[in-house]
């Protein structure tokens, strides 16, 4: 059983950055492999970034690559999302979630869930 907690979004303008933060509570979080997804009001649920259990492997979605950076420090048991050239469309709820490996980007694969930390990017 894993217990997740997503922070660290905000308000910004276009072009700043923020930092998402997914904190794990539980055992052998060492094992699981996370992702982040997004969805904005009327849409469906996106598939952002996913990173595996030792953090040798990452994979993004197309519109994020570059701009943001998935990593975690399984010593702290967090997963983090650097966001970097926000722009407008980016504004979403972000959540992330854990399963067992391989990770994927399909969300129904996904067992375990952050509450979600929203995002607003302004023009």
């Known amino acids: 059983q894993v217990q997740l907690v997503d922070s660290g979004g905000g308000l910004v303008q276009a072009g700043g950055s923020l930092r998402l933060s997914c904190a794990a509570s539980?055992?052998?979080?060492?094992?699981?492999?996370v992702a982040w997804f997004r969805q904005a009001p009327g849409k469906e649920r996106e598939f952002i970034a996913a990173?595996?259990?030792?953090?040798?492997?990452?994979t993004y979605t197309d519109s994020v690559k570059g701009r943001f950076t998935v990593s975690r420090d399984n010593a702290k048991n967090t997963v983090y999302l650097q966001m970097s050239n926000l722009k407008p469309e980016d504004t979403a709820v972000y959540y992330c979630?854990?399963?067992?490996?391989?990770?994927?980007?399909?969300?129904?694969?996904?067992?375990?869930w952050g509450q979600g930390t929203q995002v607003t990017v302004s023009s």
């Open positions: 539980g055992r052998s979080f060492g094992s699981y492999d």
């Open positions: 979630a854990a399963k067992i490996a391989p990770y994927s980007g399909n969300s129904y694969d996904y067992n375990y």
């Open positions: 990173i595996n259990r030792s953090g040798g492997g990452t």
